[in-house]
């Protein structure tokens, strides 16, 4: 029996799913479509930092989840059980599973947690179910989940437009990265539904994009409402080269080498709150689903 056939056996652990966090390296807003959408051009590159994901499979079809985050985010909002489920009724599977969720990604931070969550889940189960369906069938259903789950089932570092669905796998510089996490939980959909959000930057090619310099449209916009984050950017600004991620409210400076990274954060003021990674163009996903 190989070792995928037991680890689909009821009752089996697999442990140590990683579901790592990403940055926007730039994040462009291009316009709105007439559905509400926005048609974007963003860089992703992942980070080895992220959460934990522990499955057992179980024979009784029910789903249950344990995690650190106590009663912050009901069972009925919680992408982890809405990917297992959406990944049950598109492949029939009457298996169930209990998962166990260590949550070290702050929540509205830009960092994709809830998304990195949804994909690891999906991706999983999908191995753990032997359910069969292919990445791009996964990434199908994540994409009804969250227009970033795409970029973390496929697990490579990509050029994203349209409304982050049409994935291109580039290869950026590996750098080491600072990120300050502010304390602040900014909405995303507030964030595109503001009137003064810029929405009007040019289409570019991908080739025009690496070479310019990059930079996030939803920036300043979330600094005039959340001091908090404009208190982050402006400090970390006076160490390196900086931007936000996605929506927000997380923060990232850039170094060439782990110990710049780090002399920084040890110059951290204690209001501030933050964590050394560095970024990489191939999830640890993928290394974990092979070693099944």
């Given at each position: ?168 796998p580039v290869e950026p510089a590996e750098p080491w990265y600072l990120v300050l996490v502010p304390e602040a939980h900014v909405s995303t959909g ?19 994009l690496l070479s310019a310099p990059w930079q996030n449209d939803c920036q300043v916009l979330v600094c005039r409402h ?67």
């Open positions: 029996m190989s070792p995928l056939d037991q680890t689909s056996k009821p009752n089996s652990l697999s442990l140590g799913w990683p579901a790592p966090a990403k940055l926007n390296l730039f994040l462009h807003i291009n316009g709105r479509r007439e559905d509400g959408y926005h048609e974007l051009q963003t860089l992703f590159q992942f980070l080895d930092h992220g959460d934990l994901l522990d499955f057992k499979v179980t024979a009784n079809g029910e789903l249950k989840l344990h995690s650190n985050l106590g009663t912050a985010v009901p069972d009925s909002d919680n992408l982890i059980l809405k990917a297992a489920k959406s990944l049950q009724q598109a492949s029939g599977c009457e298996l169930g599973a209990e998962i166990w969720l260590d949550k070290k990604l702050p929540m509205g931070g830009g960092l994709g947690g809830g998304s990195s969550d949804a994909a690891t889940t999906l991706v999983a189960l999908n191995a753990l179910w032997q359910t069969g369906l292919s990445e791009t069938e996964l990434a199908q259903i994540g994409l009804k989940l969250g227009a970033d789950v795409p970029v973390f089932i496929k697990g490579l570092a990509a050029f994203a437009e349209g409304v982050g669905e049409k994935l291109q507030k964030v595109f539904h503001d009137p003064d959000l810029p929405r009007d930057t040019p289409k570019l090619s991908l080739e025009q959340y001091p908090q984050v404009a208190k982050a950017l402006g400090w970390l600004l006076e160490y390196a080269p900086s931007r936000m991620t996605g929506t927000g409210a997380c923060v990232f400076g850039e170094f060439e080498k782990q110990q710049q990274a780090l002399d920084c954060l040890a110059q951290l003021p204690p209001s501030f709150k933050g964590f050394v990674a560095k970024g990489i163009n191939r999830s640890p996903l993928q290394s974990r689903l092979a070693r099944l």
